[in-house]
């Protein structure tokens, strides 16, 4: 199998809070993982790709001092939510991928999410 | 955008009746997937197709491709009320040399029992 979990599934918090949100790939290795945000009634936004032991690449437009990523581990990748404001409410999700970096022709395998609530 | 388009948006049919949905991307690539979204979940991967693929079947599934014209098609046979949910092609983005997947806008299905 590939499991991927993500922890926790639901956050709601007050404006101001950071939130960290963990992305575990639980029977496999994964040098690089990937954070998406989805809008409802439509599909994934990549945000960043998470590479173990080295910066995470940022799509154009997310600010990386708001979103930061850290990847310490071959399971590990955390997203935190600096200063959450309600715009940054979303459902995140990240995935992974097995193998090392280039390995073509694989799937990824996502965790179930986690909705993020600002008040 | 990179963003592939799929079609249809919303696909409404009864138990039982085929469903088909398409997806046009933009750029060259290795290999095109689909993926399946329950409501407020993550993505199940259904099925890979590779560029040197023109079809593939997995269960009641077959998809096809036709890189000359950047199109995919996801058929689900005798649909079922538990294949209700959106349905996203994504291909890998050869042509940027990355690993990051693009993804359709989907393509949301309900199926009436």
């Known amino acids: 199998g590939a499991v991927v979990s993500q922890h926790p599934s639901r956050v709601i918090c007050k404006s101001g809070t950071s939130v960290k949100i963990e992305c575990r790939s639980l029977?496999?290795?994964?040098?690089?993982m990937f954070w998406y945000r989805q809008f409802p009634k439509q599909s994934l936004m990549l945000m960043a790709t998470?590479?173990?032991?080295?910066?995470?690449?940022?799509e154009q437009g997310v600010e990386k001092d708001k979103f930061l990523i850290n990847h310490a581990s071959l399971t590990l990748s955390t997203l935190t939510v600096t200063s959450a404001h309600p715009e940054d409410s979303s459902f995140y999700i990240c995935?992974?991928?097995?193998?090392?970096?280039?390995?073509?022709?694989?799937?990824?395998?996502f965790g179930d999410g986690t909705r993020l609530s600002i008040l | 955008s990179q963003q592939g388009e799929e079609d249809p948006q919303a696909l409404s049919i009864q138990e039982g009746e085929n469903a088909t949905m398409n997806c046009s991307y933009k750029?060259?690539?290795?290999?095109l997937q689909w993926y399946r979204q329950n409501s407020g979940r993550g993505l199940v991967h259904l099925i890979l197709?590779?560029?040197?693929?023109r079809e593939k079947h997995s269960g009641r599934l077959r998809v096809t491709l036709d890189t000359s014209k950047k199109s995919s098609s996801l058929l689900i046979t005798a649909s079922r009320a538990a294949d209700t949910a959106s349905y996203f092609c994504?291909?890998?983005?050869?042509?940027?040399?990355?690993?990051?997947?693009?993804f359709g806008t989907g393509t949301r299905l309900q199926v009436f029992p």
């Open positions: 750029t060259s690539i290795n290999n």
């Open positions: 197709i590779r560029s040197n693929e």
């Open positions: 029977d496999f290795q994964a040098t690089t």
């Open positions: 998470s590479n173990e032991g080295s910066k995470a690449t940022y």
């Open positions: 995935s992974a991928r097995k193998g090392f970096r280039g390995g073509l022709n694989q799937p990824q395998h």
């Open positions: 994504a291909t890998d983005a050869l042509a940027y040399n990355t690993d990051k997947l693009i």
